[in-house]
């Protein structure tokens, strides 16, 4: 499985940005699909995952009532919706596919990032 993260950019703080993250290689509807976090000298963090089938979604307590995660398996796709930004959302985004939930080890396939920055 191939995971491809976009839509990533520049943002003030208030305002919205929708990642997206596209697979190829095989379908991803048997697995969990998750987002996760990396700030400048911060380790990586859970932010949103969500079941196979979408009926069950998991976020940070840090983003809850803010980002929506979302997936749409007959495209192969899944997306973060994120609003009322804040400058401590800056960071690089993975999209992974696995079956972990909210645990980063237990997923197997990861997007190469994309960088979302909140301005103040």
């Known amino acids: 499985v191939q995971l491809q993260a976009s839509g990533g950019g520049l943002v003030q703080a208030g305002g919205s940005l929708r990642l997206s993250c596209a697979a190829s290689?095989?379908?991803?509807?048997?697995?969990?699909m998750g987002w996760f976090r990396q700030a400048p000298g911060k380790e990586r963090e859970f932010v949103a995952a969500i079941s196979q089938s979408g009926g069950n979604t998991f976020y940070a307590e840090s983003v809850t009532g803010r980002f929506t995660i979302s997936r749409d398996n007959a495209k192969n796709t899944v997306t973060l919706q994120m609003n009322s930004l804040k400058p401590e959302d800056t960071a690089v985004y993975y999209c992974?596919?696995?079956?972990?939930?909210?645990?980063?080890?237990?997923?197997?396939?990861w997007g190469q990032g994309t960088l979302v920055t909140v301005s103040s």
């Open positions: 992974a596919a696995g079956s972990g939930y909210t645990r980063e080890q237990a997923y197997t396939y």
């Open positions: 290689g095989r379908t991803v509807r048997s697995y969990a």
